[in-house]
């Protein structure tokens, strides 16, 4: 994802993407967001009802670990979390299936020697 893109999730998040400065060694955030643009407002979303969830139930807020596209689908790992923050996250990696990657439109899973989501557009 974009510079721009990403430093919004940053300062909009700053709890759940706080390992995004450690060594690799203990976090993969260090790579940042590991996709195209297309699926910022989706991880918005899941970040803003992270954040809401774990208030509601007067926990910590999970810290992500990993964000990436593998397979064509959304991956987004953490830790610290319960079981309605895991549901929440599955949710999203399904939802991620339908959205292209690049430009956040409809889209679907495509396999060209590499399993991507895409809009009929972006496949071309």
């Not at 993407?17 to 690799?24: G, L, M, W």
């Not at 996709?35 to 007067?58: P, R």
């Not at 319960?82 to 889209?107: F, L, M, P, Y």
């Amino acid at each position: 994802m974009n510079k721009e893109l990403s430093r919004k999730l940053y300062m909009d998040f700053p709890e759940l993407y706080q390992d995004r400065f450690k060594p690799c060694s203990e976090s993969l955030m260090c790579f940042g967001f590991e996709h195209d643009d297309g699926w910022f407002e989706l991880i918005y979303k899941l970040s803003e009802d992270l954040m809401t969830i774990s208030s509601n139930l007067g926990i910590k807020p999970p810290v992500a670990v990993q964000v990436k596209e593998k397979f064509g689908t959304l991956r987004f790992y953490v830790d610290g979390y319960d079981e309605s923050i895991g549901k929440r996250i599955d949710q999203a990696e399904a939802e991620s299936a339908q959205i292209c990657e690049v430009c956040g439109n409809q889209g679907k899973q495509r396999s060209q020697g590499w399993v991507r989501t895409l809009c009929d557009f972006h496949a071309e």
